[in-house]
């Protein structure tokens, strides 16, 4: 008897998956950059057009860089406090000085890491003043003043550029209670539905699913960020094939209210 | 002077993506079920044959089902402190008392929801006993005993049936500080490195990365949770094409020890 003939691999569908691509040989981007025509032409490059209903995830440092939100720490004169936590935490004083400059509140300090609510609300790691991947000494990045609107002018932008209707996400890379490692999540979003709410829904036996909300956004995020890892110099990835709810959500949305957050 | 011409859509080209491939149709899994196998034939029935270095993840609650960690409430008789704890989170006691039995240590207790460290170390509420998705009224799932255990043995099974190396995650949806919205993290996983490193590695600056750890094992199982939604019974989802570092490391790495945890 002849072995089993072994199965042909399997061709892509795109009906049964989602792609993750990654668009890598964007320029260093610099203040007042076009960013929507660098990623048209990365994208044009890898030979990948762009279609509607594609979601577009952006790593936060480049939006921040067009956007100018970079600071070179010898500008900074950091106050009193920022010298008194900059010793605590070991950290240059000037670069605390700018964390406190993004900060609404501290939700924790160690003797390693300053957990903080941003003016956004988000809750992360040195309000997410991060000198990775920015050209020079002592030069630091920020959040964009207002990622949800960045996205939204990024959309636009694609979309003038492109005809095609792009969903934006704009993400960085940010740690957990309980869990280690960093993973990428939603800091803002233009086009598509952040929270999938499956509250009323049934689930395969008919039961009523209860407080089942997914945090879609995030998992975009999160599987962009497969691609983008810092040291790849990947900003930016484009997510096909996934079905999303086109309702136009900010990645506000996903920010727990303080008032209800038992961690903060 | 004709306009210029559309680009062509492009051709998935492997070499440049991750491909997402979900996998419906497995029976209603019970209690001796071979996983392997069920897995292996749903993959069948899509035409996709397994290759080396795919990433299987996989719903706990298929898991648990086929390791009969499943609990009918009517056996279980409610302590007064699950009496207690019921009242205050207006929850069925029995339910509770399950919680209780999974429980290391509470975190967190509020009027709606019970925080906790389950035997495992895992930070999630109700110690993941969940109702939703076992068939029965009033049947409850249990998080499985050793989801890396679990995870070695489903990939030891896959390997036998197929010949091919594929890394196994266990994801489960959990909730988080800060956030709203359940994302899907990886409690169990064989066959790759659930952390990445780049302490020591360089960005595109040629600056020194510092304390960047990427939780890849969840990153993967939240791409992979863009599938599964619990309404769509999509079980298993295979991940294409990510490079991923080979090192079998437990899930359990993952998890941050009480002793450095902030929010514990």
Chains 1, 2 share one sequence.
């Not at 792609?19 to 990365?42: M, N, S, V, Y």
């Not at 960045?150 to 959309?155: D, E, F, I, N, Q």
Request: aromatic share 4%; net charge positive.
């Amino acid at each position: 008897m002849r072995p089993p003939a072994k199965p042909a691999p399997a061709a892509f569908r795109p009906k049964d998956g989602v792609q993750l691509l990654a668009l890598p040989g964007l320029p260093e981007i610099r203040k007042g950059d076009d960013l929507a025509g660098a990623i048209a032409g990365a994208a044009r490059k890898q030979g990948l057009a762009f279609e509607d209903g594609d979601v577009l995830v952006v790593a936060q440092k480049i939006v921040s860089k067009a956007e100018g939100c970079i600071v070179a720490l010898a500008q900074v004169r950091p106050s009193a406090a920022a010298r008194a936590l900059g010793k605590t935490l070991r950290s240059d004083p000037r670069f605390v000085e700018v964390v406190l400059s993004e900060t609404r509140r501290i939700v924790r300090e160690s003797a390693h890491v300053l957990i903080v609510e941003t003016h956004h609300g988000l809750v992360c790691a040195n309000a997410g003043v991060d000198r990775s991947n920015v050209p020079g000494r002592d030069v630091v990045s920020l959040l964009p003043r207002d990622p949800d609107a960045s996205a939204k002018r990024l959309a636009a932008a694609l979309r003038k550029r492109t005809r095609k209707r792009v969903a934006v996400i704009i993400s960085d890379t940010f740690g957990r209670a309980w869990r280690l490692g960093l993973v990428n999540v939603a800091i803002g979003a233009a086009g598509l539905a952040v929270l999938r709410d499956l509250r009323g829904e049934r689930d395969r036996t008919g039961k009523l699913l209860h407080a089942t909300i997914l945090a879609v956004a995030d998992e975009l995020a999160a599987a962009a960020g497969l691609l983008m890892g810092k040291a790849e110099g990947v900003p930016a990835v484009v997510i096909r094939g996934y079905a999303f709810a086109a309702a136009s959500e900010p990645a506000a949305k996903i920010i727990r209210p303080a008032r209800e957050d038992l961690f903060r």
